[in-house]
Structure formats: structure tokens, C-alpha cells
């Protein structure tokens, strides 16, 4: 599925200073009986967000009228767990572009690319920098580069570099995708395969 | 402009390369179609499974794009997360559930893909299917739209878990792009005691390297305690490398593989047996191979294991006491949130504390063996009259095997029912609902906030464990029953 091409983001930023947020949280499994995909944002943090009545939870960052933006910087281990890609699409479908963290899962990691969310690792002591600045000034604002791999809080301009191989991010400038590229090795697939043991 | 670095044959360059190599390289580096510089390698997949609810939109993906599937023999489709365990005769009552159930059955008919849908001998967890029925062989790479992939590392394979925009990679190319994981070696060596199973093996290895110390990580388990275990513990312990973080885990192939494999219908017969067995024999890990890093444990410090926390990383002995958030290694903050979640404290003891649930099953603890070793447990008990207890097979050949084998008459003695296959309360995205606030002690994966029903409180354990629980009604070790 295609998606926007990503090269600066500036914005504001919502804080979830949780360790090991994993997919279960982020889309419950009962809300992954869809067929296609729409509508997954609106089970985003399911039950952190919404009491069983369907009130929304006061508590909850998502609720709170301050805080908004398309970046989202969440705790150690972010998106642990299940393989689910219904966690990035709701992600997505929410409005987030970005996902800071210390650390991050693998596979939500890999999905967060592969449907244009980029996300940022960050050091422990940037990722605290960020969460403090947010808790003074929930109007900071955060400044993502993907073709400088940097992130910066644009008030005082402190900055930190992120990794990210040079084909992913060649992909999100873009907006193209793995499957393109992998129809074109085809050939190749099939002289392999033909040569396969199993 | 991306540089492109093409490879030699893989199995050229492997057949020169007479440096010390791990297994996990030389099964991977076999299946390098590509290797991009700077980026990710691009990887043929032997086998891929697929379910109900990761799939629809991946054939979605297809039609929008006009492709095909490129190889529909190296796929299996099985229908497992959403279906009911009571019942199955029956139409699914959920519609959404039933949309999902027919759109793998119509999407596998229009693609030529296997199908073992509901009411299918064969069907059962994807993970339990795959290895009964010989589709999953030692030096495959093997994936599917489910983290739990790792289970079939037990062979000698890699195999992990991918996304849905993967499903439609591997359906459409029959291979992935990934960045090649480092290699970690978990070696457990000495003799495991009494009561003590390879469910603890794994939350004990978890519980030392935390829920996410193993991330960016490809695992190989070694030592005595894997070579003397069976292949479903082997499956067991591999099943839960993603609850450390790690891409996949594995276990070298030996004579126990084989004799498990060996006969199995989807596995090769006659000459194509000698052949693969041949080639199986040179799947391990050479003598002064490297590892990025590695971990070391002495199988006489492990106890029956449960969990008190929110992550698997949160296990503990079960003579032992909830430790303090900076005993546990992580932010007091979210160590805090995750106890008021479970009603639990800090320096409580687990034993004797009160089990509304028990949960046997899924594709962590849903075999024969262990059925096998719940029932030698409850024989001749009684069912504590407050418990709940969901004991759900892996597949239909697991559930044939316990009424073959007597289980189920120890079974309904001791007042127990046996349900039909499937992921169950796993997951819960059938009916198999824990009630908010109750305490399940459950023998699958994770016991993340909500994940056995909103509000649920979960503690993983071996089946003995939840045996235990289920007579006595509260937390027990088992090893006091026996």
C-alpha cells in the first residue's frame, strides 16, 4: 500500500513514558478482525484509552487535550510482542509520521517502514531530554530529518543523529516499497527456487 | 542510487568458505538471493504459513496490484486465531470472525494454496500443524503473519514472525527483505530437576535476560538440556524467543529430529529422505564458531517458573517472593503500573494466591506431551470447584491422541471437559474470554495487560503449574502433588 513520502517532519509531540508498550496494548486482538484496511485508528490504545462503558479514560495521554502532534515518543521496548501490523496501521491511521524510543521492537520496527512510519532510536538520555521538554512545554516542538537522520528540539536545538540503512531510507523518501523492488528480481527468485532443496 | 552487491551462488559460496560457521549462518547465507549494501538482504522462504487474520489484507495488496501468488505449494493455510472451541460443527456465530474464516478459504481456493479450515482433520495452531505434519524440515526458512513463527527453530530452521506487508512480499516474490540478525548462543547445561519442564527452561531464561534482551538478537539454544529434551519441549522453548526480543530461536537437528520427522506425510520418503538426511547432518554449529554473545546456565538453579508481572520478563521461581522494581531491572514507574495491574505487590509470595482460570493450550504448551503431563498431575483429583479451566488441544491429531492415550478419561474424572483446537484463550479473539479482574494461571505465551480478555490478569506457567492450580485452586508448586 502505498504511502506519503517522508523527509522532514516538524511538530509537536505525545508522551508515553511506558517501558515495553507492546502490540497487544496499542490494537487489542479483538479489533483485528477486519479484512481491509481502514478504520484502525480508532482502536488505537484501545484500553488504555476507553473504559469498558466506552468513556474515554481522563487519564490517558490520547485524552488529554495538550498534547497532540504526529510524532509519538514512547518508552523502552517499544512495540514488543506480537507480529501484528495492525499495531503500525493504527499507528498510522491515528495521524502519528514517527516513533521515538530508546529501543524498539524488530517487527515493529520493520513494519513501522515498510507502511511509512519512520522510527527514530534515540538514546536514553535524549529520549529523557525529549519527555522533560514535553512535560514543560507540551507546545515543543520536535524536528524530524530523514535525509539528515537527525533529531532536534527545535527551542534550544539540542540534536541527536538516528541510524537507518541507506535503502529504507532511499524507500521512505520516496514512497516506494520492498514489493516493487522484489518483482524486479523475479528472475533471479526463479533460478533459485529451481536450484532449492525443499 | 542504491549499490547493489550481487552475490555468487549461495551454495557455492558456502561449499568455499572453510572458516568455523554457525548453523544460523549457514542456513541463512543459503538463502541470500541478494545482499544490498547498506540495506537489507534479500531472503528466499522454503515455507510459509498463513492464518485468518494476518492474510486478507496481504491478498488484498495482490489484487490491488495485479500480482500472483509466485509459488502457492510453498504456502499452508490453516485457520486458527478467531475460531471457536465448542461447537465447530456449527456456523461461526461472530460475523466478523466467520468474514475472516471464509475470506482465507476463498483466497487459498483462488491461489491454489492448502486450506485446513475449520472442521479439516489437519486444522489446528498453525505452529502445531506445521511440525505434525512434517512441513517443517531442519535448514528451512520458514515465516508467517504470527511472532510464535520461532516455534519451528526447534527443527533447525529460521523461522520467525513478519507483518502483513511481508505476508504479501513472500506471497508475491517468495522472499523478504531483513537486516541479518546478530547471533546469540544460550547454553543450558546439567540435569533438570523433578517437576521441572522446558516451560521453565524458557520464562527462566527470560526472566535472566529480560523481555526485550534479546532484541536484534538470532538465538541458538545449546547444552545438555537441549539435546536430552524432546521436540516438543524443544518447540516449547523456541516458541517464546520473541518474548526476549529475539527474531527467532534454534536448535540444532539430531537424531531426535529426525526420528520425529521421519514418516511424517509431507516429509521426504526413500531416497529423498537419505538425501535431506544427508544434507540435515551438516546443520550445527562448527567448533570455534563465533557468537556475538553468549549466556551460560546451570539447569540445578531452575525451579517451576510463573509470572507475577505484565511481560514475560517478570518470572520467577514459584517458592520465591515479587521483587523490588530495581531487583527487576526496570523503571520503577512502569514496574509499579504493571503490579497494580495484576492486584500484586512488591516482596509478596506467589504460592497460595488464588487461581480463577487455568488455561491449557496454544502453540507454547497445546502437544501431546503436554497433556500428557497435566494429567499426571490431576489423575485421580478433583477439579477445584471454583476454577474455570479451558483445556484446549493444538490440532485435531493432538485431540485424537488424548482420547487415544486415556487422557480424556482422566480428564473428565478429575471434572474436566476438553474443547476443540485453536488459539483460544491465547489470544482471546474468539469467545475463550478471561473476565476482567480474574487470575488465570495460563501455559501460553504472554501475559501482557488484556491479553486473555480485557482486564484479565495472567501467570504463565508450565502445564504442571496450571495442573496444580486447577486442584488446588490456588498457586502451587507441583512438585508437592506428585
Not at chain 2, 257 to 274: H, L, S, V
Request: proline share 5%; hydrophobic share 40%.
Amino acid at each position: 500500500m502505498a504511502y506519503d513520502k517522508f523527509t522532514v517532519l516538524k511538530s509537536t509531540a505525545v508522551p508515553m513514558p511506558i517501558e515495553n508498550v507492546d502490540t497487544d496494548q496499542i490494537i487489542p486482538a479483538r479489533f483485528l478482525k477486519a479484512t481491509e484496511r481502514k478504520g484502525f485508528g480508532d482502536n488505537l490504545f484501545r484500553d488504555w484509552r476507553y473504559n469498558a462503558d466506552e468513556s474515554p479514560k481522563r487519564d490517558f495521554v490520547l485524552n488529554n487535550p495538550i498534547y497532540s502532534g504526529k510524532i509519538l515518543v514512547g518508552g523502552r521496548n517499544f512495540g514488543s510482542g506480537s507480529s501484528r501490523e495492525h499495531a503500525a496501521w493504527a499507528i498510522y491511521d491515528y495521524g502519528f509520521r514517527c516513533v521515538v524510543s530508546s529501543f524498539f521492537a524488530d517487527i515493529f520496527k520493520n513494519n513501522s517502514l515498510n507502511i511509512g512510519i519512520l522510527p527514530v532510536q534515540v538514546s536514553p538520555e535524549f529520549l529523557d531530554k525529549l519527555f522533560k521538554a514535553i512535560e514543560a512545554d507540551p507546545k515543543t516542538e520536535i524536528e524530524v530529518s530523514l535525509p539528515d537522520q537527525t533529531i532536534t528540539l527545535v527551542a534550544t536545538g539540542e540534536s541527536e543523529s538516528f541510524f537507518i540503512n541507506g535503502y529504507k531510507k532511499n524507500n521512505m523518501m520516496n514512497g516506494y516499497d520492498d514489493i516493487d523492488y522484489l518483482q524486479s528480481l523475479k528472475n533471479d527468485i526463479k533460478s533459485y527456487a529451481s536450484s532449492s532443496v525443499y | 542510487m542504491i549499490k547493489i552487491q550481487e552475490f555468487a551462488h549461495p551454495f557455492k559460496l558456502y561449499a568455499m568458505s572453510k572458516t568455523a560457521t554457525t548453523l544460523f549462518d549457514k542456513v541463512w547465507d543459503r538463502h541470500v538471493i541478494r545482499h544490498i549494501e547498506d540495506g537489507p538482504d534479500v531472503l528466499f522462504i522454503d515455507r510459509h504459513f498463513i492464518h485468518e487474520v494476518t492474510s486478507p489484507v496481504a491478498f488484498l495488496g495482490l489484487e490491488t496490484r495485479g500480482l500472483k501468488v509466485m509459488f502457492p505449494e510453498k504456502t499452508f493455510a490453516t485457520a486458527d486465531h478467531n475460531t471457536p472451541t465448542i461447537n465447530q460443527h456449527l456456523p461461526v456465530q461472530d460475523p466478523l470472525s466467520a468474514n475472516q474464516l471464509k475470506a482465507l478459504e476463498t483466497n487459498s481456493a483462488k491461489y491454489g494454496i492448502s486450506h485446513w479450515g475449520l472442521g479439516n482433520p489437519k486444522n489446528g495452531i498453525v505452529h502445531v500443524v506445521g511440525p505434525e505434519n512434517g512441513i517443517t524440515l531442519p535448514g528451512m526458512t520458514i515465516v508467517c503473519g504470527d511472532s510464535h513463527t520461532s516455534t519451528h527453530g526447534a527443527f533447525g530452521a529460521i523461522a520467525f514472525g513478519i507483518g502483513t506487508s511481508e505476508v504479501e512480499m513472500v506471497l508475491s516474490s517468495q522472499c523478504i527483505m531483513q537486516q541479518k540478525p546478530k547471533k546469540m548462543r544460550i547454553s543450558v547445561n546439567g540435569k533438570l530437576g523433578k517437576g521441572i519442564v522446558p516451560k521453565d527452561v524458557v520464562l527462566y531464561i527470560i526472566s535472566r535476560l529480560t523481555a526485550a534482551g534479546a532484541t536484534g538478537y538470532f538465538v541458538e539454544y545449546a547444552g545438555d538440556v537441549f539435546e536430552n529434551m524432546s521436540m516438543e519441549g524443544r518447540m516449547t522453548v523456541c516458541n517464546m524467543s520473541i518474548e526476549m526480543g529475539a527474531r527467532g530461536g534454534m536448535v540444532a537437528p539430531d537424531e531426535t529430529t529426525f526420528a520425529y520427522i521421519k514418516g511424517r506425510e509431507k516429509a521426504p520418503k526413500g531416497a529423498d529422505w537419505d538425501k535431506a538426511l544427508a544434507y540435515w547432518k551438516t546443520l550445527k554449529t562448527d567448533e570455534g564458531a563465533s557468537f556475538d554473545v553468549e549466556y551460560t546456565y546451570d539447569a540445578a538453579e531452575i525451579e517451576p517458573m510463573i509470572t507475577y508481572g505484565t511481560n514475560p520478563g517478570m518470572g520467577i521461581g514459584i517458592t520465591k517472593k515479587i521483587p523490588q522494581a530495581q531487583e527487576a531491572g526496570s523503571g520503577k514507574a512502569s514496574y509499579e503500573k504493571s503490579l497494580a495491574y495484576m492486584g500484586f505487590h512488591e516482596k509478596e509470595a506467589m504460592l497460595g494466591k488464588k487461581v480463577d482460570y487455568v488455561f491449557i493450550g496454544s502453540c507454547t504448551n497445546g502437544r501431546i506431551e503436554d497433556f500428557r503431563a497435566f494429567a499426571s498431575i490431576i489423575k485421580g483429583k478433583k477439579k477445584a470447584d471454583h476454577v474455570t479451566a479451558w483445556i484446549v488441544p493444538g490440532s485435531h491429531i493432538v485431540e485424537q491422541q488424548i482420547r487415544e492415550e486415556g487422557i480424556l478419561d482422566i480428564l473428565m474424572e478429575a471434572g474436566f471437559q476438553l474443547r476443540q483446537p485453536g488459539c483460544s484463550a491465547c489470544l482471546a479473539m474468539n469467545d475463550d474470554k478471561i473476565p476482567a479482574g480474574k487470575y488465570a494461571v495460563s501455559t501460553s505465551n504472554r501475559n501482557f495487560e488484556g491479553r486473555q480478555g480485557p482486564g484479565a490478569r495472567t501467570m504463565l506457567a508450565s502445564p504442571l503449574v496450571a495442573a496444580a492450580a486447577a486442584i488446588t485452586g490456588v498457586v502451587t508448586d507441583p512438585r508437592e502433588l506428585f
